[in-house]
């Protein structure tokens, strides 16, 4: 939902837009993944600031200072036939905070950034122009039977919401640039 304003025959002046919907409205849905197979893995329910900050307690206070009006998170998943040759990303996650502004996003921003950064052997990415904000990174590790994964993370803010979208596959079958079609794809659906 877009709240705008304008004034009789004059040019209506810009004002910020705000999304004042649940959370849960805004999330990546299953429709968007634009890949066969995937199935609801965890249903879209509500997170609080401790589940949100995974134990980063200085996150949590970022959170309850920035004012989270609301947040909500999905998890889809998809079974290759044979985790070794998988192509495209198995596993995604879209989360999304909903704030009354866009100044107290841009803070849950900064502070979602400083979290996910903080991650051992972890890559920051670029992820070019991308909603208000954005920032990207990049983790490799070793997996079952040597399988190489990666997780891509990118997070977005936009107007006064910040999302963040994780996918996770086979290094080699899923890189970061699905994430960001991804989190073009959540853009799109918020115009």
Partial sequence: MCACSGSGGAAPSPTPRLFTGLAASYLLGLDQLHVAGFTVAEVAHQVGEQELS???????????????????????????????????FLDVRSTVLRFDGDGAAHRAFLAEVRHTDAVPHIVPESTDALGDEAHGDQLTEGG???????????????????????????LGGTSFSD???????????QA
């Fill in 54 to 88: 995974a134990g980063d307690a200085q996150l949590a206070t970022a959170l309850r200072a920035a004012g989270l009006g609301d947040a909500a998170t999905v998890r889809y998943f998809r079974t290759p036939p044979d985790l070794a040759t998988a192509n495209g």
């Fill in 179 to 189: 994430v960001l079609v991804l989190a073009h794809t959540w853009l799109s659906g």
């Fill in 144 to 170: 079952p039977d040597g399988v190489q994964l990666v997780e891509a993370t990118a997070i977005i803010r936009n107007a006064n919401l910040v999302e963040l979208v994780v996918i996770r596959g086979r």
